[in-house]
């Protein structure tokens, strides 16, 4: 492995940490001279099969020494991590300049280990878009990914529970497939009188204080991340079921407050789970319809899975 | 039938796909049989709600024909009309058959 730092110090504790690790390393603590050292090693065939660099060097910065490295014929397939302590545009910019992966200081061992066992197995792992990978990665559809400390997060992403509300078995299959192979945990709910159920079990059980902690979008603890509500459903429709969930979120709320806990942030959605409709109405005022009953955003149908991860991702998010 | 390209517009493997493939003419099955009863006994609720799941899967699976033809009628359903909603479930079950004759020679 090639480490490139212009602080010594940190030089030295990145290389004995991936020492330690196992592997072997070579520090270089001048930017100038890091293409030099993958060259020669090559001529040795003894390549680097990983380069991590740090982004804030003087003489030449990581980004312009990768950009060296992908206008280099022989050194255009070593995966390179980009080691930053400026969150400014880091991703967006590492990712430009020919970076498989982006790291902010301070990283844990584990962390840092993680993404590099990830970057040295990348040519094994051909996955698809996935949430977690930047919207970079979205939006710019098959331009070459980079793995940052989100695509790491695996284990936020398996806490993300999300409720399907979907009376259509196609369409349910189709949406938990979608969302279960992009890591998210998925609970089917056939109509909206079992969403209101199962989101009543799921807040349930949970005091204040434990739910507080939680925040959206990480739940451990069985509360829903939020909620993909079909419109038309037999038994019980999307917008009955959204205004029976808001309602009990209301006694939920007022339960807080009477127990006079110290509520950090009112404004918080902690007990107000976003729900998305997916609607197949593209009439006008449909959508009033679903924002007045209580509802948060809406995907049109057919679904697609760009809009749906676009969505997941939003929602995570905030 | 072009499963491939239809599986990746969504994202899935082929083999998914066709697994939803399967699922879905064996709901439009069921649903076609609802819809025929509903059209017998001039139910039109009934043609609205088995017409809409038929709408909805074929729309996600990227099956146009079915879908316009299954729109259709429910959009007419729902004014209480029912004309042409037979010729429809015809239409739909062979566009069904063909399906399946497709995809199990795959």
Known sequence: ???????????????????????????????????????????????????????????????????????????????????????????????EAGFDGFLLKPIRREKLLDMMERLLGKKVEESSIKIGKTTHGLAEGRKQEISTQLTLNEGIKQSVRILLVEDNPVNQKLASKMLTKAGYQVEIANNG?????????????????????????????????????????????????????????????????????????????????????????????????????GMDDYIPKPIKREVVFDMVEKWVKS | MDVKGLAENLGLEEDEYLELLELFLETTESNLGKLRTGIDTGDTQEVVASSHSIKGSSANLGLGKIFEVAKGVEEKARQNGLEG????????????DQIAGAIRVI
């Open chain 1, 1 to 95: 492995m090639l480490v490139a730092d212009d602080n010594q110090t940190n030089l030295f504790i990145l290389g004995h940490l991936l020492d330690s690790a196992g592997a072997r390393v070579e520090l270089v603590s001048e930017a100038e001279k890091v293409e030099d050292a993958a060259l020669s090693a090559l001529s040795k065939g003894d390549s680097f099969d990983l380069g991590v660099l740090d982004i804030q060097m003087p003489v030449m910065s990581g980004y312009e020494v990768a950009r060296r490295f992908r206008q280099n014929e022989k050194l255009r397939d070593l995966p390179l991590l980009a080691f930053s302590s400026s969150t400014i545009d880091g991703t967006k910019k590492s990712k």
């Open chain 1, 193 to 293: 009188q079992e969403a209101v159920k199962m989101y009543k079990k799921s807040v349930n059980g949970h005091e204040g204080k434990e739910v507080r902690k939680e925040g959206l979008g990480k739940s451990e603890t069985g509360r829903y991340s939020f909620i993909f509500m079909d419109m038309q459903m037999p038994v019980m429709d999307g917008l009955e079921a959204t205004k029976l969930i808001r309602n009990l979120e209301c006694g939920l709320w007022n339960d807080l407050n009477a127990e006079q806990s110290e509520i950090r942030n009112p404004k918080s959605e902690i007990i107000r789970v976003p729900i998305i409709a997916m609607t197949a109405n593209t009439m006008e005022g449909d959508r009033e319809k679903c924002l007045e009953a």
């Open chain 2, 85 to 96: 909603a037979a010729e429809a479930v015809k239409f739909i079950k062979e566009q069904c």
